[in-house]
């Protein structure tokens, strides 16, 4: 394992190989998600971006017991405590948020226990969800009465559609691993014990493909999750054609031939 920048005390950044990981570490509140830990976020992913030999990243809850139970309740009075903090504490959370989102590389959402409010705001923006047959989900805004903003109903309805989002956030409820899976929150629930080794297999399977075409694909989503009228369909065919061109494409189409392994370098 190899320290990445950005590491901190309740945010541990480090890659092994070609997989990045991105862990909450604030175990003894469940992984709660302070300000400062939200702040961090950006800078980790930026570096894993920057860094050629990470082709992946996974998200992560330090523990078994939580991914992050929400946003650190405990410091709302002091920076969620007037309409202009709450402002700057809504913005930080954005940037985070859409660091995942945007981020150029596949990212995984490896989730164990609870993953709550903010939480899975940051599960919602990864591109892929796993989770264990322990894990509980749920959007208690209601049930705290503060305004949730519109863009996490965004990311919640791109996810799993309006009408089970409603019933989500409505009624603040706990969904387990196989009802957020029938509503298409997760793609797959597994038991606790492998969670971790199953991600890192599918992790490596995403890695070992073409780096140039997995962002391809990530920018193509990216726009068409976008109202019509603010796609840039332009930048995502640039990065499509870009493919055709590259040396990986030369390697995957030699590899198929001589049915082997291609071995793909982002070139």
């Not at 996490?152 to 019933?167: E, N, P, Q, T």
Request: glycine residues 10%; neutral net charge; hydrophobic residues 45%.
């Amino acid at each position: 394992m190899i320290e990445m920048p950005g590491a901190s005390t309740r945010i541990v950044a480090r890659k092994d190989g070609a997989i990045g990981w991105l862990i909450f570490n604030n175990p003894a509140k469940h992984n709660a998600i302070s300000m400062d830990m939200a702040e961090a976020v950006p800078a980790v992913m930026r570096a894993f971006e920057g860094d050629a030999e990470v082709r992946v990243i996974v998200i992560a809850g330090a523990g078994e017991k939580a991914f992050a139970a929400g946003s650190d309740i405990s410091g709302f009075e002091s920076v969620r405590a007037d309409p202009e903090k709450n402002k700057h504490y809504n913005e930080v959370n954005e940037r985070s948020y859409n660091a995942v989102y945007e981020c150029v590389k596949p990212t995984i959402a490896m989730i164990r226990g609870y993953c709550i409010g903010g939480g899975l705001d940051f599960a919602t923006s990864c591109d892929v969800r796993f989770c264990s047959d322990n894990a509980v989900f749920a959007v208690p805004a209601g049930k705290l009465g503060l305004g949730y903003g519109h863009e996490g109903i965004l990311r919640f309805g791109r996810v799993m559609g309006f009408m089970r989002a409603r019933d989500l956030f409505l009624s603040g409820r706990r969904l387990g691993g196989d009802e957020a899976l029938r509503l298409g929150l997760v793609h797959r629930v597994i038991p606790l014990a492998d969670l971790e080794a199953e991600t890192i297999a599918y992790a490596q399977t995403i890695a070992d493909n073409a780096p140039l075409t997995l962002a391809a694909l990530k920018r193509a989503f990216i726009e068409y999750e976008k109202d019509p009228a603010a796609r840039d369909l332009a930048r995502a065919q640039t990065m499509i054609d870009a493919c055709f061109r590259s040396a990986d494409y030369v390697e995957g189409r030699n590899a198929f031939a001589a049915r082997r392994k291609p071995q793909f370098k982002g070139e």
